[in-house]
């Protein structure tokens, strides 16, 4: 019983064995006839072609000016007249301090002002004297002095002629140098009046634009990207009260690699994206770039200039930019399509005597529905596209069609 059993398992093993046999035999014979099966496929000449090599970066979106507005005067807040978001011309009021205080100063420094003018005009206020002998207390001094110069001459004739003692005329001549000295610390008064106006110009001319000051203005054409103060607050000189940015034109600020120093020229065109426009390309120039070189990334910075009159664009958008260079290069290029992407590495069939041969590639710059091959193919060499329905093998038979 036993021996009959082991047999008739021995049987079902060698049947199992040779049916698994058959099925691999199956398997190869259909790969054998698969890999064999000819494909259908567009066959495109890899060509060499001229191409404008880009620059491509990311950075970010900054305002093209941006300034913290700040009081030049001390005092209290009485009104605020703009706020966060709101546009403002240039020259526009934004805060104004209360300016009683300093209206008074003002009035003050004219009135002192006044009071040295009037000692400077002719009699009857007329026009300010331009000669200082002009002035009253100046012609005073002039009279005073001629009187006694020539009571002193006489006085001289007389003593001459033993006609008067010493002490006469010496009384004379001391009364004379006196008037002269009188007469020249009059001129001398009128010319500190004239220094002392000057000064108290000044003054007024300061009054008077502390006073204008209390209407704090927008610096430039912008909007209002903070506001620090309220009705009521009191602020001090150079107390922040509003961040006015320009939003008109955006800087791009951009890292591009030292090796690429030499592509990239001020005025070259610049293609900016963002992701709250995806598929829009914002177009601007390359405005300035950095003398220097950072040692720590080693690149340098460029900034684009966009245009942002749609106001779309806003300051800290995080931007990708391509820069369009001056510089070309030969390269092969091959249709997109042809790519094949697996496991971190790109491939190609290339046909080779009517049959294809996968072949790994590196890539370059892409360029519309191209992309550049910078190795693993040659110039004249063919490379295979799937035609519809159509799934490219290793080594199999090709039949190029249109």
């Known amino acids: 019983m036993a021996k009959r059993l082991a047999g008739a398992t021995t049987l079902v093993l060698v049947a199992g064995a040779l049916g698994a046999a058959a099925g691999c035999a199956r398997g190869r014979a259909e790969d054998g006839a698969r890999a064999t099966r000819a494909v259908k496929a567009h066959v495109v000449r890899v060509q060499s072609r001229s ?17 913290t507005v700040g009081s030049e005067v001390e005092g209290r807040v009485a009104q605020v007249y703009v706020d966060v978001g709101d546009r403002v011309a240039a020259g526009r009021p934004l805060v104004k301090i209360v300016p009683v205080e300093l209206g008074l100063s003002l009035q003050q420094e004219r009135a002192a002002l006044e009071q040295i003018q009037a000692r400077l005009t002719t009699p009857g206020g007329g026009p300010a004297l331009k000669d200082p002998r002009d002035a009253a207390e100046v012609k005073r001094a002039d009279a005073d002095r001629t009187d006694l110069e020539q009571k002193y001459l006489r006085a001289k004739e007389l003593f001459a002629q033993g006609l008067i003692s010493k002490g006469t005329f010496d009384e004379a001549e001391a009364r004379y140098n006196g008037a002269r000295a009188a007469y020249d610390m009059a001129v001398q008064n009128v010319l ?14 300061l009054a008077d634009k502390k006073l204008r000051d209390t209407v704090i203005r927008a610096p430039f054409a912008g909007q209002v990207k903070d506001r620090m103060v309220s009705p009521g607050q009191y602020v001090k000189v150079q107390t922040p009260v509003m961040v006015i940015v320009d939003t008109g034109r955006l800087r791009a600020r951009l890292k591009v690699p030292e090796k690429m120093a030499g592509w990239v020229a001020v005025g070259q065109p610049v293609k900016v994206l963002v992701e709250a426009y995806p598929g829009r390309a914002f177009e601007g120039t390359v405005w300035r770039m950095s003398p220097s070189v950072d040692p720590q990334t080693r690149s340098f910075d460029v900034e684009a200039l966009l245009d942002n009159r749609e106001g779309v664009l806003r300051p800290g958008f995080f931007a990708r930019a391509s820069v369009v260079t001056s510089r070309v290069d ?8 042809a790519l094949r992407y697996l ?5 190609v069939y290339k046909v080779d005597k009517s049959a294809l041969r996968e072949t790994e590639v590196k890539l370059g710059a892409q360029e519309g529905a191209t992309v550049e091959i910078v190795s693993g193919l040659k110039d004249g060499e063919h490379v295979a596209v799937a035609a519809e329905g159509e799934e490219l093998r290793d080594g199999a038979p090709v039949i190029a069609i249109p």
């Open 343 to 347: 496991y971190g590495v790109y491939k």
């Open 51 to 67: 191409v404008s090599r880009t620059v491509d970066s990311v950075g970010s979106l900054f305002p093209f000016e941006e300034v």
């Open 192 to 205: 500190t009046l004239r220094a002392q106006a000057a000064q108290r110009r000044a003054s007024v001319a």
């Open 330 to 337: 030969h390269a092969l290029v091959v249709p997109q399509d």
